[in-house]
T-cell receptor, first 109, second 115 residues
Framework: GQNIDQPTEMTATEGAIVQINCTYQTSGFNGLFWYQQHAGEAPTFLSYNVLDGLEEKGRFSSFLSRSKGYSYLLLKELQMKDSASYLCAVGDSNYQLIWGAGTKLIIKP | IAGITQAPTSQILAAGRRMTLRCTQD?????MYWYRQDLGLGLRLIHY???????GKGEVPDGYSVSRANTDDFPLTLASAVPSQTSVYFCASSEAASTGANVLTFGAGSRLTVL
C-alpha cells in the first residue's frame, strides 16, 4: 500500500531551528511536496523536490533521499507565524498526490 | 484576485439531503481536484478532472459525484448526505496533472456538517 509518515506534533522555540521528517512508500514517485497550513485555512505550497539533495528557499529548506524514501523540511530562525501544520505529499505513478496527516508545529516564545 | 472560490464557506445539512459544493477558478488551470480533510488523516482525494470534459475517481469517491462542463467550474455533489461526510472539503487546481511539478492551489474550504 501507499503510506506517508510524519510526526503528529512538534514544539520549538522562537528563533531556533526545527526539522520535520517525512518517510514515504508509494507506487511510483513523481516528486515530493511540502505545504503549510495555518489553522482554519487552506494549504499553501512551500517546496518541491524531485532529485536527491537540498533545496533552499529563504528560511525554509527541503531535503530528499529517494533511495531511503525520506525527506525533511528545515525551518530556520523560527517566527511565531510559523506555527502551523506542515503537510508532506508525494506524487504517485499517476501524478496524484498522496498526503501525510501533517505535523502540527507549535512555536513557543 | 486570481484564485479559487468555494461556496458555501460552511453548511449544516440534514442527513439524506442533496448538497452541491461549488468551486470556480480563474487561473485557466487544466486540472481540478476535490479533497476532504478529517482530523488525524491526510487530505484524501475524492474526484479529479485532468481537463474540461473528463473526470476521474480518487481514493474516496463513494457518495460523491462531480462534473466538469468547462475549465473554470468543478462542482461536487453529495446525492444523499450521511453523517460520515461531515468534513472540510477543499477544491484545488493545477496547471496540468501530468507533470511532476504539479503544484496545487487550494480554495479556502467548505466546512460541511451532516446531522
Amino acid at each position: 500500500g501507499q503510506n506517508i509518515d510524519q510526526p503528529t506534533e512538534m514544539t520549538a522555540t522562537e528563533g531556533a531551528i526545527v526539522q520535520i521528517n517525512c518517510t514515504y512508500q508509494t507506487s511510483g514517485f513523481n516528486g515530493l511536496f511540502w505545504y503549510q497550513q495555518h489553522a482554519g485555512e487552506a494549504p499553501t505550497f512551500l517546496s518541491y523536490n524531485v532529485l536527491d539533495g537540498l533545496e533552499e528557499k529563504g528560511r525554509f529548506s527541503s531535503f530528499l533521499s529517494r533511495s531511503k524514501g525520506y525527506s525533511y523540511l528545515l525551518l530556520k530562525e523560527l517566527q511565531m507565524k510559523d506555527s502551523a501544520s506542515y503537510l508532506c505529499a508525494v506524487g504517485d505513478s499517476n501524478y496524484q498526490l498522496i498526503w501525510g496527516a501533517g505535523t502540527k508545529l507549535i512555536i513557543k516564545p | 484576485i486570481a484564485g479559487i472560490t468555494q461556496a458555501p464557506t460552511s453548511q449544516i445539512l440534514a442527513a439524506g439531503r442533496r448538497m452541491t459544493l461549488r468551486c470556480t477558478q480563474d487561473m485557466r488551470h487544466n486540472a481540478m481536484y476535490w479533497y476532504r480533510q478529517d482530523l488525524g488523516l491526510g487530505l484524501r482525494l475524492i474526484h479529479y478532472s485532468n481537463t474540461a470534459g473528463t473526470t476521474g475517481k480518487g481514493e474516496v469517491p463513494d457518495g460523491y459525484s462531480v462534473s466538469r462542463a468547462n475549465t473554470d467550474d468543478f462542482p461536487l455533489t453529495l446525492a444523499s448526505a450521511v453523517p460520515s461526510q461531515t468534513s472540510v472539503y477543499f477544491c484545488a487546481s493545477s496547471e496540468a496533472a501530468s507533470t511532476g511539478a504539479n503544484v496545487l492551489t487550494f480554495g479556502a474550504g467548505s466546512r460541511l456538517t451532516v446531522l
